[in-house]
């Protein structure tokens, strides 16, 4: 099955600064790599996605990249902000069952103010 | 429209009791995803329901946990003789067309944990 592993763990900024997450996969079948925010003792939220059939994404302060020779993707939220503070999780599935995601163990993001 | 629901959003349940999580998905979704989340870890797939079938419960431990999606009402995950290992988070989501790529959302989750 598919395997997604997800750096760092914990990452600490300084708010206006800039944040960057890496995730990579192992099933070279995946094609649709979501990024889930979820804050403490709430539900995971879809922040931005990308399928395979792209490189690069982006959505205002937030964008991803995805390298499907290397098997990895990375989220990149530029000028954080103390409410950037969460969980982020990457994840990946395939077309085949694009049900059933693999996420990563998740990112702690913590903005300085 | 309310959203995905769960309910409870906390449930305590002694070793060896039955745990049952309900899930309301949006209306006019048909397509029920239940994942588990461990402390500290990423969400882990379990089951996929539609109504009335189970299309996929490849991430369900093989005993004491079941899942169902009926005509009427909530789909439920129910969890019999619970143990320690199993206190953690359960999501379901829900979608109008198969797949979590195709606008599917989360519930708020029920935190079940076993004393």
């Known amino acids: 099955g598919e395997n997604v592993e997800q750096h760092p763990s914990t990452l600490s900024v300084q708010e206006g600064d800039s944040a960057v997450i890496k995730c990579t996969y192992s099933?070279?079948?995946?094609?649709?790599f979501p990024w889930y925010k979820q804050e403490l003792g709430k539900r995971p939220q879809l922040i931005i996605d990308i399928r395979s059939n792209v490189g690069e994404k982006k959505d205002q302060r937030i964008a991803v990249t995805l390298n499907k020779t290397a098997k990895h993707f990375s989220l990149h939220i530029t000028e954080t902000q103390p409410e950037d503070s969460a969980v982020y999780f990457c994840a990946a599935s395939q077309f085949s069952n694009d049900y059933k995601l693999s996420f990563g163990a998740g990112t702690t993001v913590t903005v300085r103010a | 429209n309310a959203g995905v629901m769960q309910n409870p959003r906390h449930l305590v349940r002694r070793r060896g009791q039955e745990a049952r999580l309900r899930c309301s998905p949006m209306?006019?979704?048909?397509?029920v995803y239940w994942y588990r989340q461990l402390p500290e870890e990423g969400l882990k797939f379990m089951v996929y329901?539609?109504?009335?079938?189970?299309?996929?419960e490849s991430g369900m431990p093989k005993e004491r946990f079941s899942a169902e999606f009926p005509k009427e009402g909530p789909s439920i995950l129910r969890i019999q003789q619970v143990v320690r290992g199993d206190s953690a988070a359960y999501f379901c989501?829900?979608?109008?067309?198969?797949?979590?790529?195709?606008?599917?959302?989360f519930g708020q989750g029920t935190r079940l944990t076993v004393v």
């Open positions: 329901l539609q109504k009335e079938n189970i299309i996929d």
């Open positions: 989501a829900s979608s109008f067309r198969q797949g979590m790529n195709t606008e599917a959302f």
């Open positions: 209306k006019g979704h048909s397509h």
């Open positions: 099933d070279s079948a995946s094609n649709y």
